[in-house]
């Protein structure tokens, strides 16, 4: 009867530290996916925030696309815009579904006017349909000023035409020397 007892107690223990073996290392597991996660998002190529010379700038002409790991340095928006261009973002659009998983992508411009992105290239915003969309930016193109929108507040917002053949608007013209030659 003793060897029963002992024998059941050794089989208990025994599991009892399995268990704790197997929960330990599903826990590492799980912090592992997290410090995994951690690292790409911090490995994701950020915008840069040093900006051409003019010179380097004059370069660009329409069309030009600048993917986003090779992109060093951003154009001199106001030179772009005294010879009639503007920076275009290239972007993909996700959408997410309702566990947050990435669906349909659309790659697309846009002219950044309004959005804001964090120094990754990353945003999310809730579409009309209450669905999530995580929109990264891929690179830049170079693209024409099509047309020129004079706002209420004195502002003037430059315009392109992307490549589905509709019109989308940029950020406000900011070269001096522009806006003295519009106003």
Do not use: W
Request: hydrophobic share 30%.
């Amino acid at each position: 009867m003793k060897k029963m007892k002992r024998l059941f107690s050794l089989i208990l223990a025994s599991t009892m530290g399995m268990g704790l073996v197997g929960c330990s290392s599903s826990a590492n597991e799980e912090e592992t996916t997290k410090k995994t996660e951690t690292v790409e998002k911090e490995e994701t190529i950020a915008l840069p925030t040093e900006t051409m010379s003019p010179e380097e700038t004059l370069q660009l002409t329409a069309g030009t696309e600048i993917k986003l790991e090779d992109l060093e340095k951003m154009p001199d928006e106001a030179t772009l815009e005294e010879n009639n261009l503007m920076t275009t973002y290239n972007i993909v659009n996700s959408f997410l579904d309702e566990n947050g998983e990435k669906g349909k992508e659309i790659e697309m411009q846009e002219g950044l006017g309004v959005c804001e992105y964090d120094e990754h290239g990353y945003r999310e915003q809730v579409g009309s349909d209450g669905k999530t969309q995580e929109i990264q930016i891929t690179g830049i193109t170079i693209e024409e000023i099509t047309n020129l929108v004079h706002n209420n507040d004195g502002t003037i917002t430059k315009c392109f035409v992307d490549d589905y053949d509709q019109e989308v608007r940029g950020g406000n013209i900011i070269s001096e020397k522009l806006l003295a030659e519009l106003n």
